[in-house]
């Protein structure tokens, strides 16, 4: 039987090496457009399209491949006597390879002036169909999409003479999640275009990026994938500078560094444990900051991950190099800062784009069996109707402290209270069962400095007796989101003690 393969493609690497193999293995090679003048001009005999349909390209290239000669050719089983008769009754000649790509929809759209017409004209129509039947009839067709397996098929055809069922199978599989990631993206284009805010069905697709050596635990797999234009300020879009590869627990605590950091505009410094702050700190200079984020807990930043929203220069590189860090997250590092660093052979470095401005995606939580999906806690102090709630109005001073802690407690698992100054945190009491249990490790750990602090909650009181340990601890402001029915009874024991509360009437459950 003679051989045909079905050449069209729009990323055109490495395709004249591998028609050329097609060729040597006695293949007649079948092109479209663009991809048969390019195998043409190097000098690869090409039959076109139309010689194979009878009919011409129409509607500027819209409609090629989509022609009963095309596909009889590809979904026809060859061992079957009516398919042959059939063939046979029409003239069509079985193809038994095709190799497609498709027109490159995902970089388009991410051009930062595309507009929907240039958009639209880029979603491949023919290639997919041509795909999705090629990989159907996989018992009988090489389908290929992907350059890195051109040596594959061609190593098999040259020793073998023929591809096996069982590369095949595993081909015609990379298709079908292929076709599928490239229908979820403009899936999610459209959807974003036609304003919908919950359709009836999500398909979402990631990209492997890295497959890891164990999860949170050795005894569990792990991999780590990315979103097609997704964030860029992402550890998905991180530059890794130096160090071991990232593990499944510092990539979540990576980005939970990150998720802090972002909230301040001056020089901020967060150190995470997993998952939670257990130091942040804000100065005139990232050194300043930093040193802030070690004094708020000395204890628990020994092997946390630290995210910097500035350069790192010498003089911070040499205090970070004094104790033993995971990671190190910055905007960049200057040529002595890598220097002093990069002694530490596994001390991972990572360069994120701070500067570059993105839409707030949405939190993808999976469960057994389903998916929640929900936006991202972004809501700020400055988007709260912020009320006082006591006879005394916080002073300057403790307002900067309570705009801190606000900022830092909608990060700290829940039941969460954050102790702060204006520059650091003093304590934090994160995923506790009550507040009042959250409340007595974040003031334990602030010890004296408590004295004068500002004390932030992520949710309501449902009791007094937050702000009676608080009080006592010294703290003399509160920032909570109030609503409960017994808000009196706080503020009263407040009044108490002449501490001021502040009520946001929004509430940070972060479980």
């Known amino acids: ?36 003048k390019t195998l ?23 409609v090629k491949t989509l022609h009963p000669n095309v596909h009889g050719a590809v979904l026809a089983k060859h061992d079957d006597k009516n398919h042959a008769a059939q063939l046979a009754e029409h003239n069509i000649e079985p193809i038994q390879l095709v190799c497609v790509n498709l027109y490159p929809f995902q970089a388009t759209i991410s051009k930062p002036e595309v507009t929907v017409e240039d958009a639209i004209e880029n979603i491949d129509i023919g290639g997919p169909t041509m795909l999705r039947s090629s990989a159907k009839n996989h018992e009988y067709v090489t389908v290929i999409v992907d350059s890195n397996d051109y040596p594959t098929v061609l190593t098999e055809l040259k020793q073998n003479g023929g591809v096996s069922k069982t590369t095949n199978r595993r ?10 990631a490239y229908d979820a993206v403009i899936s999610e284009y459209m959807t974003e275009l036609a304003d919908e805010e919950n359709p009836e069905s999500l398909t979402v697709t990631y990209e492997l990026k890295q497959s890891l050596r164990y999860g949170e635990n050795p005894h569990q797999k792990a991999s780590f ?67 802030k ?77 389903g998916l929640l999906i929900q936006d991202r806690d972004s809501y700020c102090l400055k988007d709260a109707e912020v009320k006082v709630a006591t006879k005394r109005e916080p002073t300057p001073a403790e307002w900067k402290a309570l705009e801190l802690g606000w900022k830092i407690v909608k990060h700290v698992k829940s039941n969460a209270i954050v102790v702060c100054d204006e520059q650091m945190t003093l304590g934090v009491g994160a995923g506790q069962m009550n507040r009042v249990g959250a409340a007595k490790i974040a003031l334990e750990q602030a010890g004296e400095r408590a004295n ?58 972060k479980h």
Do not use: W
């Open 1 to 36: 039987m003679k051989k045909r393969a079905l050449i069209s493609v729009s990323d055109k690497t490495g395709i004249i090496e591998f028609a050329q193999g097609l060729i040597e293995a006695g293949f007649e090679i079948i092109s479209t457009g663009g991809t048969k």
């Open 40 to 62: 043409q001009d190097h000098g690869v005999d090409v039959i076109g399209i139309s010689d194979v349909t009878g009919f011409p390209e129409i509607l500027d290239g819209r």
């Open 171 to 180: 081909l015609a599989a990379k298709v079908f999640r292929h076709t599928a």
């Open 225 to 291: 994938y990315k979103k097609p234009l997704g964030s860029v300020f992402s550890i998905a879009n991180a530059k890794q500078l130096h160090g071991k590869e990232l593990s499944y627990n510092n990539i979540n605590d990576a980005d939970a560094a990150l998720q802090i950091v972002k909230e301040f505009d001056e020089p901020a410094a967060v150190a995470v444990k997993h998952m939670n702050p257990c130091g942040v700190g804000v100065g005139r200079t990232i050194l300043e900051a930093y040193e």
């Open 293 to 369: 984020a070690y004094e708020a807990d000395s204890t628990s930043i020994f092997g946390g991950i630290i995210a910097l929203n500035r350069e790192v220069d010498k003089a911070t590189a040499e205090r970070l190099h004094e104790i033993f860090l995971e990671i190190i997250i910055a905007p960049g590092f200057t040529g002595e800062a890598v220097e002093i660093l990069t002694s530490k052979k596994n001390l991972r470095l990572l360069t994120i784009e701070f500067d570059i401005a993105n839409k707030t995606e949405r939190k993808l939580t999976s469960i057994e069996g």
């Open 452 to 509: 004068g602090s500002a004390l932030a909650s992520d949710a309501f009181f449902p009791m007094d007796d937050t702000v009676e340990a608080a009080a006592k601890a010294g703290v003399t402001a509160i920032i909570q989101p109030g609503g409960s029915v017994k808000d009196q009874d706080s503020i009263r024991k407040a009044d108490e003690y002449g501490i001021a509360m502040v009520f946001t009437g929004i509430r940070h459950f």
